[in-house]
């Protein structure tokens, strides 16, 4: 079955008095780095705070009487669980929402607040997939109407009318149109009204590189499960591509950027402290492709899609020491201190330079030793100052081992 733009439309319809009709604002910070116009068109305002609502909704709109007394069941990490908790208080249907045990638990609240009485949570695995192969077993065991996060026309038909609103919204298509994928039910549905309404617009589907699944089924010719993936963005962490959205996108292309979980960190701060957006990993992920990874043209009009805000503010700790280390702005490193008065005097006269300072120091003295060693974080300046303070830690008299970022250890300290 082809997805058509009339689809979509019509799916617009639905939902018209139900998702809200979202702001697309310009974003300054942006617009001045790149020099094209950039617009942000915040989902995140959605009632369930992302797009998601738009597929669940749809879909369970169209069920029969029969399907909707059967109830519903849906995997999800946390967005699309929202929207079907949202939908079956608003349609009366009875759901099962199955969830990753990494699922936050600001989203967990969320699905709980806006289902009420009519859902029930269940935690399976560490993964979205492991979730999904839960909630399909139940679902062929009961009877229930399985509501896919992005593997149904239904659910790529409501996602994708977030296209025709922004369109509608300029007045005309985009130039450019930067969109997140996870398992690809977004960027299908926009790629199928496009191709047919406005075919010259430049779409890029970003992706996490820690789980970039749809760009490994391209390079493999069918969806592939990838032997590991980073859940840090978990609204997009999915580790094998939706058959259905694969042969949408396959069939008519657009362009492709990845992106790194610092960048993903350092774009959420700048949208969070300078625009007052607060977006979660996943909806941060279209816009940091801007930073330096996507090339626009200057007087291009640019929208990039803020695709969800459940971000759980405990995290933030978390992205800012992500940010730092992305950044070149913060380092660990392990050094060998004498056992003696005035070591760490030494350290912080003779190595440390005006700007850096010490934001971690571990240390234990033991007494049968002429060397402790003690784990130390340096926050520098700017950048540009490693190079000094490598230089400074070379020559003076300290074993100084710098902690490389790949390193497993390094997953203990971020």
């Avoid at 617009?39 to 738009?54: A, I, M």
């Avoid at 978390?318 to 056992?339: A, C, D, N, T, W």
Wanted: net charge negative; hydrophobic share 40%; charged share 20%.
């Amino acid at each position: 079955m082809n997805l058509t733009a009339s689809d979509i439309e019509k799916a617009a319809g639905n939902l018209a008095r139900v998702a809200r009709r979202t702001e697309l604002i310009r974003n300054d910070r942006l617009s001045d780095l790149t020099g094209a116009q950039v617009l942000l068109k915040r989902e995140d305002l959605q009632p369930v705070r992302s797009y998601k609502l738009r597929g669940a909704y749809h879909l369970m709109s169209t069920l029969t009487d029969a399907e909707k007394a059967a109830g519903v069941v849906c995997a999800s990490a946390g967005n699309h669980g929202q929207g079907v908790a949202y939908a079956c208080a608003r349609l009366g249907i009875k759901g099962r929402i199955f969830c990753p045990t990494t699922t936050p638990r600001q989203k967990r609240d969320r699905m709980r607040s806006l289902g009420g009485e009519w859902v029930e949570l269940i935690f399976v695995g560490n993964s979205y997939d492991e979730a999904s192969a839960a909630s399909k077993s139940v679902s062929q065991s009961t009877g229930a109407v399985q509501v896919p996060a992005f593997d149904d026309l239904r659910t790529i038909a409501g996602q994708g009318t977030v296209v025709p609103e922004i369109v509608d919204q300029l007045g005309t298509a985009p130039d450019v149109l930067l969109v997140p994928v996870g398992g690809g039910g977004l960027l299908s549905g926009c790629l199928a009204w496009l191709s047919e309404r406005w075919p010259a617009t430049r779409v890029i589907g970003v992706e996490p590189a820690g789980a970039a699944s749809m760009q490994a089924a391209l390079r493999a010719g069918h969806p592939v499960q990838l032997d590991h993936i980073e859940t840090f963005a978990d609204g997009v962490a999915v580790s094998k591509a939706g058959d259905l959205t694969f042969e949408i996108i396959n069939r008519i292309g657009c362009e492709w950027a990845t992106v790194t979980e610092g960048q993903i960190c350092s774009e959420m701060l700048d949208l969070y402290q300078t625009d007052g957006v607060i977006a979660e990993p996943a909806g941060a992920l279209a816009s940091a492709s801007l930073r330096s990874i996507v090339q626009v043209e200057p007087g291009q009009t640019v929208v990039a899609l803020v695709s969800g805000g459940n971000n759980d503010v405990s995290r933030y700790s978390e992205i800012i020491e992500r940010s730092l280390v992305f950044e070149g702005r913060k380092h660990y490193f392990l050094v060998q201190f004498p056992q003696e008065p005035g070591a760490l005097r030494g350290f912080l006269d003779g190595v440390l330079g005006p700007d850096d300072d010490i934001v971690l120091f571990e240390y234990t003295k033991r007494s049968n030793r002429d060397l402790g060693p003690a784990l130390v974080g340096i926050e520098i300046g700017e950048p540009s100052e490693l190079p000094a303070l490598l230089q400074r830690m070379a020559d003076s008299p300290l074993q100084v081992e710098a902690i490389d970022p790949d390193s497993p250890f390094y997953r203990f300290l971020v």
